[in-house]
């Protein structure tokens, strides 16, 4: 039976909530007017107003109608409100701050992304060809090359626009023990047999995209497979992927002017992206869902008859993550199946740790960083690659710390 703990508030009864809240939130919107300087004087405004009443603790007020997904968000605030930015639940409180600096720049006006000037400074860095090229010469049998892009796809997801502590630590694991939980071997089997769709839902654009799409291309040559990679419906959390980050970094890579072997490397990829992309093997879903306040235990009916039909459901990052497994606190035995087992199909998680949402992994390891590094899991210094085969599958996984 399912049943979560309760999800996180942005109270002080969790610390990084709480910081996240009251000060990563505000400092990522202001950093919007000091990267669009152009934004007219309403627009500059209107994001100051929205910082200004997080910081204070203000009440949370939904933005006017008319808007594409007022309905849903009215839903939402009804059965939140009243609430202050800092006396809410966490997923609702940081969804709807995102969806109103939306509302604040006049996006579904404009249709420029607010967030796209440093998502172009990630772009053009180093970081992104290296984790590229990298994920893209893995070798050794389909799932040897699945299991490495698996490998290089999770400490990517480091590469975090939104979290500077998390970006510091870039793309190399460092040391072993760093990744708590490694299901890896578990899942490959599955995604190396032939058929089958996959539903990639992807996080941060840039570095971790260029990885997630050197994954996409190692599974796409499995015979008969398609890849849906699920996007947000609008630019949030900074760096988070909507169908023109997708597109704009595959053509990027198809268009490189250095003619190296690395660069021919990328370019073949990106033509057989784009190739399957044609053919609709590689489809590129938005949806207003992934930009919401509701747990996937509560997914819409069109996203839950897709998965019951999925070979696997692979969830990156650390928002996916606590959208799956409630936004709470687990205790130490709960196991990962505890926390998914509402999913109709199996699931890999893949993520490092920039939040305090954790279900599963070696209990006698989660005790010792919980009483030795008590923010350990706030860090984005360590990982987990989690697996459950589904509700089908009659066999308990045996975890590998």
């Given at each position: ?76 605030c009804e059965k ?9 639940p966490w997923l ?89 939980t490694d299901d ?218």
């Amino acid at each position: 039976m399912y049943n979560p703990p309760p999800p996180i508030r942005t109270d002080r009864g969790n610390e990084f909530a709480f910081r996240t809240m009251s000060q990563r939130v505000p400092e990522n919107f202001e950093a919007v007017i000091e990267r669009n300087p152009d934004y007219s004087t309403g627009i500059k405004t209107a994001i100051r107003e929205l910082s200004a009443s997080i910081r204070g603790n203000a009440p949370i007020a939904l933005f006017a109608p008319p808007a594409p997904d007022y309905e849903t968000w009215l839903e939402s605030c009804e059965k939140e409100l009243p609430a202050t930015w800092l006396q809410a639940p966490w997923l609702f409180a940081e969804t709807l701050a995102y969806r109103k600096l939306i509302d604040a720049v006049r996006y579904w006006e404009s249709g420029r992304d607010p967030f796209l000037p440093v998502k172009e400074e990630e772009l053009a860095g180093p970081g992104l060809r290296n984790v590229f090229e990298a994920s893209l010469h893995v070798t050794g049998s389909p799932e040897e090359r699945i299991a490495q892009a698996i490998r290089l796809s999770l400490w990517a997801n480091r590469i975090d626009l939104s979290y500077r502590e998390s970006h510091a630590l870039g793309s190399d694991p460092g040391a072993q023990e760093t990744l708590v939980t490694d299901d890896t071997i578990h899942c490959v089997p599955l995604l190396a047999e032939p058929g089958g769709t996959v539903h990639v839902v992807v996080d941060n654009t840039g570095s971790e995209l260029a990885a997630d799409l050197a994954l996409t291309d190692h599974l796409l040559r499995i015979r008969n497979r398609v890849i849906i990679l699920h996007v947000k419906n609008h630019p949030t959390y900074v760096s988070d992927a909507t169908v023109a980050d997708v597109l704009t970094l595959i053509r990027r890579m198809a268009d490189s002017a250095d003619r190296g072997s690395a660069a021919r490397s990328t370019q073949s990829c990106a033509n057989r992206l784009l190739a399957a992309f044609h053919e609709g093997r590689l489809r590129i879903l938005p949806h207003p869902y992934w930009n919401s306040d509701r747990f996937l235990s509560d997914m819409p009916r069109g996203l839950q008859s897709s998965f019951a039909q999925a070979r696997m459901i692979i969830l990156k990052g650390d928002m996916n993550y606590r959208r799956l497994a409630a936004d709470a606190i687990w205790p130490v035995g709960a196991s990962f199946a505890d926390a998914v087992c509402f999913m109709p199909c199996p699931v890999l998680a893949i993520r490092t740790l920039k939040g305090d949402t954790l279900a599963g992994g070696p209990p006698d390891r989660i005790a010792e960083l919980d009483s030795r590094k008590p923010a350990w899991k706030s860090s984005g210094k360590y990982a987990v690659v989690q697996f459950w085969p589904g509700p089908s599958a009659d066999t308990t996984i045996s975890r590998t710390p």
